[in-house]
């Protein structure tokens, strides 16, 4: 175990999944040599790996996501990066109509075993085209699996379940968590998918976010604590599979829940949380859902815009007292 | 093909404010006031310079995520455009946009995107509409090396060709996208050669040579104007600086960037020699202009310090043009 980065523990993934399986490749823009990943993360594969299995790309994203489901289904296991969230906008074919229908529209002969990797969040006053969260799209999609880590010992075990899963995975990062460092075993170890954790116990009230928004729900739940509020947090880890249990099983045991993402509040993923609680725990709950999102408009550039635009922890918490 | 001594001088002026404005937005960077990142102009502004002083007020231009130059260029209010790089609400766009979206639609700009290669479909669309409602007006399109390799750059140059369109494609070839080489994502010697097979006329020029892109814009305006359709320019030019704001720009080859930022290809300097020369220009009087653009970009940087920030709540304004 060692203290590392979000972006070490999901660069160490990477390597040793390229180690152990030849057919592992990495490609995008700027992911190689010159640069590193906008984010650094592959920063040192290329040189490790060479330029064949780290590939430098057009800025293509269509055909980048297309090229990933054309070796998915040939033999190989790439793992593409696409610079920004924002950007899958462009690569919105391929990885909706191609990649995540496959299996099922050719009846089960053929499976996308892709990795997209891409980023999420706001907070760096990049206004509206670098900054949105857009997960909620894809889980609308069937045939699609979503991670979601947000903590670094988490990265590492997701990312090597994702490069080994059979299917097209969307594995989403946050800008503001790259820099976080955690414990992380240095073995070879996986996450399953469709595991939540609990990343802190209470008894008053449930928390269930993602990203940013779990440590900003952390330091929250430390300070509700001091006023004598018991705060539950749920990381889902995964959107698909989504574990339902662990969230119901702590729904029935505080009576309360609060759900916080950073995406734009209408449509997102806080909403099917929302009506699947409703659906399966109605009758335990003590107080009606809280969601806590960002307000329905894109992001913003000034400062003050967008730290309004991003959920708090003031919004955190008022959320939670407003219910306990 | 002779240019009157009245446009030299013109070129000379424009080339040298852009390059006060984005000397000072470097300034002003420096006193870190300049939120978000920034994608400078430096070293490239005599394509805007040239190609602008070939439009009319009344014609448009559509802008990248490298865009002050641009839009400073076509004259915009450089009060408006500076508050806005800082986050203010006198900004062009009430400080929602910042740097990739510095955009006044008043001055002829229909936007600067954060998206690589988004603007191309939007400048079809725009000079589709100049030429169904009969107006003259023509629109110059600025884009990258890099967005040349996206798929909106073969859909919208077919679409302008066959419509014929009055639209100027400028390809500001500064031969990196990020740290990538232009060499290692187009196979062609240049990117004007691409244009060939939609059969549409294309020209490489000096992109630190106003006066060669000014005449290579205004035999591509000829066109546009009398119906005979876009015309390609790529114009051949080097950042003075990163790509981003942190970028030290280390991937160019030491020999490569000497050259380039050389005072012989300072794009101000070859202006002002050639307007010199030619008798358009005296020392006095370009001294002259040079004061009068040093204390307007002054004001501009005292305007914008003074602005006030947007009200957090402003962040809800202005998602829908109205109802009905
Ligand atoms: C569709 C898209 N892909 C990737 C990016 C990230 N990105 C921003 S600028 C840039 C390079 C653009 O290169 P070029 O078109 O040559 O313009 P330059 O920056 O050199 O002016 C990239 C890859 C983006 N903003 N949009
Ligand atoms: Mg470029």
Redesign the interface.
Known sequence: MAEITYREALKEGLREEMQRDERVFIMG??VG???GG?FKVTKGLAEEFGEARVR????????IAGAAVGAAITGLIPVVEIMFG??I??SMDQVCNQAAKMHYMFGGQTSVPLVLRSVFGGG???????SQSLESWFMHTPGLKIAVPAFASDVKGLIKTAIRDPDPVMFFEHKLVYDKKEEVPDEDYTIPFGQAKVRREGADVTVWGTFFMLHKALEVAEELEKEGISVEVIDPRTLAPLDTKTLIESVKKTGRLVLVTEETKTGATTAEIAAIVQEEAFDWLDAPIKRVNA????V??????E???IPNNKRIARAIRDIV | MAVDKKTLKELYARTLKVRRFEEKVWDLFGENIV???LHLYLGQEAVAAGVTVALEKTDWIQSTHRGHGHVIAKGADMNAALAELL???T?S?K????S??ITQFDAGVLGA?????SGLPIAVGAALSCQMRGTKDVVACFFGD??S???TFGESLNMSAIWKLPLIWVVENNLY?????IK???PSATIAQRADGYCIPNVVVDGNNAQEVYEATVEAVKRARSGEGPTLIECQTYRMRGHSRFDPAK?RPEDEAKHWLSEERDAVRIIREIAIKQGALTETEAEKIEAKITKDVEKASEFAKKSE????????DD?FAGVL
């Open positions: 823009e700027d040599l010159n640069w906008a430098d790309t057009p800025i293509s994203e269509n055909t924002d950007l906008t462009l760096k006053n990049l206004a509206s085209h670098h307000p329905d408009t894109p913003p550039f000034s400062p003050p815009l730290q309004y635009f | 939120p978000g990142t986050g203010k609400s900004g766009c400080g929602k946009g910042g990739m979206h995107t954060g998206v690589v290669a890099g967005a390799n996206n798929g996208a990020m740290g990538t080489p290692m994502t187009c991937y920030f947007p009200k957090p709540e402003e962040t809800l998602v």
